[in-house]
């Protein structure tokens, strides 16, 4: 019975130690090994590439060497000079956005002054039949609004007891709102091409003359061996100068 004894105090002395101070972690007390450094050192080392750095992550770029900045800024500066050498003294003229007095005085005198109802009813009448719209389609792609010409019929009907003073004024004044309501004052060709002032003189148009046609296989390639000397005479003249 000794040994039994003899452990009793042991376990008395362990139990009395417990309460006084706890027993240390295991895992302090155990040296990490080779792979475990490897692999933390690895982790660290992502968590501080992937940690913001802004003194650091973004270093200033170091400048670029001075010859091929100023070849490069030289050779831009010649080719906006190029650029900008043909264009033309005088600054476009802006597009017209209303009608020149003389387009306004030449539309006058092209406005009508008679009208003839019987002609306002047909094509009012032909628009609104089906063989008039098949063409609406045929041409325009779509029906068409026939309202535009029953306001003709009826405006000629309006006038016939008007005098003759009377009516052609009101004809005029119709069609003028009519042109008003379809250009609303926009140019017309008038105002974009120049009218020309005088005839031309005979001989003086269509002068160029073209060469005739070639059939010959073989003459068409001499010309055109030619016509590539030619060509590579004249840049070879053009770099000499330059030169």
Not at 27 to 34: E, H, N
């Amino acid at each position: 019975m000794g040994w039994f004894w003899s452990s009793t105090p042991v376990n008395g002395t362990a139990n009395s130690s417990s309460p006084s101070s706890p027993p240390p972690p295991a895992a302090p007390q155990r040296q990490p090994t080779r792979d475990e450094i490897e692999i933390a050192k690895f982790m660290g080392e992502l968590k501080e590439a992937a940690a913001p750095r802004p003194s650091r992550s973004q270093p200033a770029p170091p400048p670029p060497p001075p010859p091929p900045a100023a070849e490069e800024k030289e050779s831009k500066s010649s080719w906006l000079s190029w650029a900008s050498a043909p264009a033309p003294a005088e600054p476009p003229k802006p597009p017209k956005t209303t009608r020149s007095p003389e387009s306004l005085a030449m539309s006058e005198h092209l406005y009508p002054t008679t009208m003839s109802c019987r002609d306002a009813f047909d094509y009012a009448w032909h628009c609104q039949s089906p063989g008039g719209q098949v063409s609406s389609v045929y041409r325009d792609g779509g029906l068409r609004q026939c309202s535009e010409l029953w306001d003709d019929f009826w405006f000629c009907m309006r006038i016939k007891s008007y005098s003759p003073e009377q009516k052609a004024e009101a004809i005029r004044d119709h069609f003028r709102q009519k042109e008003r309501l379809k250009y609303d004052g926009k140019p017309s060709s008038e105002d974009i091409w120049e009218s020309r002032s005088e005839l031309v003189q005979p001989g003086t148009a269509f002068t160029r003359k073209f060469d005739p046609p070639i059939t010959d296989d073989a003459k068409f390639a001499q010309e055109e061996e030619k016509r590539r000397q030619r060509v590579r005479e004249y840049v070879q003249e053009m770099e000499g100068r330059k030169q």
